[in-house]
């Protein structure tokens, strides 16, 4: 299973890190990524890692602000987000599936993000950026 840890209250500008720890499997070959739900809003792709080449994707809306990282040792995902906006506010979950390379592939349209089924899926952590 996944399970996220870290969400909470921000105000604008502020950072949080969500981790994403994963159980009675190995994240070492797994494509990796978190989505995040706003009310209302479709779930969207943040950010993507194959672990089995190390290719890493970001939304256009957090490239500069999020990092996504892997600490295998501990088989856990983390997402380093900084310069929070309100527009952030969503509920986070993170996903890793084993049958694909990587959960987002790049087109002449831009990222398209792999919406599942996936292997794996959290309960999600809530993320509000407010003042």
């Known amino acids: 299973q996944l399970v996220e840890s870290g969400g909470g209250l921000v105000q604008p500008g502020g950072s949080l890190r969500l981790s994403c720890a994963a159980s009675g499997f190995s994240l070492d070959y797994y494509a990796i990524g978190w989505f995040r739900q706003a009310p209302g809003k479709e779930r969207e792709g943040v950010s993507a890692?194959?672990?089995?080449?190390?290719?890493?994707y970001y939304a256009d809306s957090v490239k500069g602000r999020f990092t996504i990282s892997i600490n295998n040792a501990k088989n856990t995902v983390y997402l380093q987000m900084n310069s929070l906006k309100p527009e952030d506010t969503a509920v986070y979950y993170c996903?890793?599936?084993?049958?694909?390379?990587?959960?987002?592939?790049?087109?002449?349209?831009?990222?398209?993000?792999?919406?599942?089924?996936?292997?794996?899926w959290g309960q999600g952590t809530q993320v509000t950026v407010s003042s």
């Open positions: 890692l194959s672990n089995s080449d190390g290719s890493i």
């Open positions: 996903a890793a599936d084993g049958t694909r390379l990587s959960l987002v592939s790049s087109t002449p349209h831009g990222l398209s993000w792999y919406q599942g089924p996936y292997d794996y």
